[in-house]
């Protein structure tokens, strides 16, 4: 087997250096693009929290309004990052009317805000708000979103019509689980002395260190072989401004969530109570769909595989074959809607996986 000489490899490293100084350029020319550009209204403020509208455009349009809770960690403009990869456009390009709680930006007076508190707060109120608009809604939960849809169903189960689960954490101590390796060995209580509020930016270094590879160098290699794809390079600048916006997270709620999910496991050993409240999956008797992606290293599939054997009713299930982010805005990301919308419509169901 021949090796490429001197010459060979010096071109080669060129190339890549010309190729990485365009990528380069270009980003630097252009501004940040826009994220989340869907036309909504925003229909309640509740707090720091915001209840948004997105109105059906598809024919015909879906008669149940579908609510999304997504992650308190993160900013919910993933899910609505470019019109080219929306799962919010497409839903409702498929006929859904379709809400969103945008929780906000926690500040130092909110230390003390707990689970229970977006739970019973914020989620509540916005099922109650769209109950009166538009009925009693489906609700999609999205990574934590999902936790804590599943405690509101638990909790209201007959505030729902359905429920739609999301690359969702249930079991959170699998083998697979790298998030909760990191989780279960630190003191939440005191971090959270020390800083009040849990930085978002604290928490960013600690996902990128989880797989440091494949979440830093490897998509800089990547934006270098799409130098000269400037709606690649728009794509990417998006991402990083969603990556980078992460918003604080209040100390009790973060302290709580740690202890009570990673370290104590209490979805599946039992023991949780919200506001003097047991919480008890086996309520949930409304349908209830699982969305996994099989390459999640955030939410590893077995760690929302749990849910089948502890919600009391009907528990679907749709694989993806695609990572934690990557089931919003992949190039796979367009059946995800899809698959959702058909379930919904009841035209789809069963444990059968669906790739993407």
Known sequence: MSHPGPSAI????????????????????????????????????????????????GRPAKRTPLL????????????????D??????????????????????????REVGIADYVLGPLHRAVLHVTERAGRPDLLGVCQGGTLS?????????????????????????????LSAWARGIDVDALVAAFGNVPGALLNYTFQSLMPFRLTLQKYLALVDDADRPDRLATFLRMEQWVRDSPDQAGRAFAEFVR???????????????????????????????????????????????????????CD??????????IYVSGRASVVPAGISRWLSGRGSGRTPAKG
């Not at 799962?87 to 709680?101: A, C, K, M, S, T």
């Open 10 to 57: 010096a071109a080669e490293i060129a190339e890549f250096q010309a190729r990485a100084a365009r990528a380069l350029a270009l980003l630097a020319a252009n501004p940040a693009p826009a994220l989340a550009t869907s036309p909504r209204e925003a229909v309640l403020r509740d707090g720091k929290a915001t209840l948004y509208r997105y109105a059906a455009s």
């Open 68 to 83: 999304i809770a997504f992650a308190l960690v993160n900013r919910p403009t993933v899910l609505d990052l470019e019109p």
């Open 85 to 110: 990869r929306s799962l919010i456009r497409r839903l409702v390009g498929l006929g859904h009317e379709v809400y969103l709680i945008d929780w906000g930006t926690p500040d130092r007076g909110d």
């Open 150 to 178: 599943l405690l509101y169903a638990a909790l209201e189960p007959t505030r729902l019509r359905r429920l739609v689960t999301m690359v969702t954490p249930v079991d959170f101590q699998t083998p697979d689980n790298l």
């Open 260 to 314: 009570w999910f990673y370290q104590e496991n209490r979805l599946v050993r039992g023991g949780l109570v919200l506001d003097g409240r047991p919480v008890d999956l086996g309520r949930i008797r409304v349908p209830v769909l699982n969305v996994i992606a099989s390459g999640d290293h955030i939410v590893p599939p077995a760690a929302s595989r749990a849910l089948a054997s502890l919600v009391g009713g009907r």
């Open 317 to 326: 299930e749709l694989v993806f074959d695609c990572g934690h982010i990557g």
